[in-house]
């Protein structure tokens, strides 16, 4: 039998503490017609909230810097970890969010996925003109469920954002504000929370997540760019009308990958054979098949890996629940094969991307490092 990772995967806890359990319990206090359901969290009734999205800013990461992050850590104090759901990367998770739906059922199911039907894949970030995101993302978005409910829907991110295949997937319904500053960040959203009676205020703040990729979670620009992110929360509470109630979550951790824990698979031809696209990014992989040879293809990724990476076959990683209920409709999306690394690990692949290969900085696995995520919670006085 071949060994299996030390630590078990940290399978997200959907229906129960998931990102898209925060925002729809969010959205379902805002609304006295909601199903009781949907506010799984139990959130008391309120009628403005802002939900702070900050990048990159895992559970762990921010529970051993607090120092660095006085403001946010004080409010950890009283708070529980979430989970992002997999891959815990950013279009996976901002599709759990806005539309308050597990990956199986909203689509966007990793970095880069198949397009059924076309030997080629969608990169989820920089999109595709010929894929139409509101047939790919089909389910409404908590905006538009907000808008139908009377609430005031507000999406405040970097202008260069607005209308990008990955916001429209997830955003559409929402009026959208930019902002390409942490001052402006932070005046945009109080703003639209003002002018409303009753608003669902976002606010994306990605610069974090870049700091890390590029120089590691364990580097002095990952501190200081912290310290930044401390200090947007609190001016972002200090602006907050009375009785509005803020939340700050992320879209995944992150770990460093050192250059000895890269497994190139481009030194590896024996794992390509029968692989017709690989997919995913370096902590979460996709790995669809030629014809027949799924199997054969994974048994090779388990021998070669063996304790590194829980690797499945996609019928093994829908029922162990690794993207939670999926639909019928969103099954060929997922790889044949579906390797997510353990420990530092990462499965690169040098000359087909270069330039996700370079990065210091990781995600998209299902290691506590990664799946936890913060809630916390500010209710302005």
Known sequence: MTPEPRHPPTVPSYGAAALADLSSSMLASLDPGAPESQNVLGLPPIRRACLLIVDGLGWELLRDHPAVAPFLSELARNSRPITAGFPSTTVTSLGSICTGQPPGQHGILGYQVIIPGENRLLNGLRWDSRIDPRQWQPLPTVYERAAAAGIAAVHVTQG?????????????????????????????AATALRENDRAFVTVYHGDLDGTGHAFGVGSDAWYNQLAHVD?????????????????????HGMVDIGAEDKFDLDEHPELRSGLALLGGEPRARHLYARRGAAADLLAAWRETLADRAWV???????????????????????????AAPAGSLAIVATKAEPRESALTGMH?????????????MYTAA
């Open 364 to 376: 998209g696995s299902l290691t506590p490092s990664e799946q936890l995520v913060p809630a916390l």
């Open 312 to 338: 499945m076959s996609r019928d093994e990683a829908i029922k162990e629940g690794w993207f939670g209920p999926v639909d019928a409709a969103m099954t060929r999306r997922i790889g044949d094969v579906v």
């Open 160 to 188: 260069a954002f607005r209308g990008t295949g990955l916001t429209v997937a997830t955003m559409r319904g929402a009026d959208f504000r930019p902002a390409d500053s942490m001052g402006a960040l932070a005046a945009q």
């Open 231 to 251: 200090k947007l929360a609190e001016q972002l509470a200090g602006a907050l009308p009375s009785g509005t109630c803020m939340c700050v979550t992320a879209d």
